[in-house]
């Protein structure tokens, strides 16, 4: 009884930040390239009472490294990254990342983010390009060319796995350590024509949902049953005094 409150109460404390990400995946399911966020638990073993009692933490967030279905639409403004990296588009505070190759061409030449970002090359500067030079063709190291020309590249990055990564708009993510560029595209390329959904399955979240909701419901009648078995022990202990 003991040991019992303060292990659910840990249990429920992760669970809480497993139903937060859980909701928010779902309500990101149909976002153009987001990222499923995954919690990591790891257990913390005490050792200040007679026996060993084994906690859970709070968990650490990260993003899921899995690619989200391809859809084809045709569009040659419509890019998709195949692999890990991302595209990159300059934000207020630095570049932002993003899987969303959604891009439009402004009227000044720029090339941009639906929502007017502009779209930055591997060196990070922003793309230019005619918006009268022809038909635009994107091969998979993300070289662009009008008319047979190459007219410039955009940009894809890979961030570090020991990157903090914090969230920007939809699906842009914002890392506390810079992207480095690809140079060798074995592993990563751009796909033409298409965008990636949402790497999340909203059958499967659901049903995460309603077991870690089921279990967080066990722990919190652990701890009521605690509670009142401590209430009647000390209610029978002072009536005995």
């Known amino acids: 009884m003991e040991t019992s409150l303060p292990v659910a109460l840990s249990g429920q404390i992760a669970m809480e ?7 928010h995946n779902i309500a990101n399911a149909r976002t153009v390239g987001f990222r499923a966020e995954e919690v990591r638990f790891e257990e913390l073993l005490s050792r200040t009472g007679k026996d060993p009692v084994a906690f859970v933490t709070e968990g650490e967030t990260y993003l899921s490294n899995k690619s989200g279905a391809m ?3 045709g569009n040659p403004l419509d890019l998709a990254v195949r692999g890990e ?7 207020d505070q630095g570049l932002v990342y993003t899987r969303d190759g959604r891009l439009q061409i402004a009227p000044d030449g720029s090339v941009q983010t639906l929502t007017g970002r502009a779209i930055v ?15 635009i063709v994107v091969d998979g190291r993300g070289m662009i060319q009008q008319n047979g020309q190459e007219v410039g590249a955009v940009g894809l990055f890979r961030i570090p796995a020991n990157a903090n990564v914090t969230r920007h708009d939809n699906s842009g993510v914002v890392s506390d350590i810079p ?10 390329s751009v796909i033409q024509g298409y965008v990636e959904e949402a790497n999340v399955n909203p059958l499967k979240e659901i049903t995460r949902l309603i077991t870690l909701q089921r279990a967080f419901e066990s722990a919190a009648n652990v701890v009521e049953t605690n509670d009142r078995s401590l209430g009647e022990a000390i209610r029978s202990l002072g009536a005995n005094r």
Do not use: N
């Open 17 to 23: 930040k497993r139903l937060e990400t859980l909701a």
């Open 179 to 188: 992207a480095a560029p690809v140079v060798d595209f074995l592993s990563d």
């Open 121 to 135: 090359d591997a060196g990070g500067a922003a793309l230019q390009l005619d918006p009268a030079g022809g038909p």
């Open 85 to 91: 990296a991302f595209f990159a588009f300059q934000g």
């Open 71 to 73: 859809t084809q639409t």
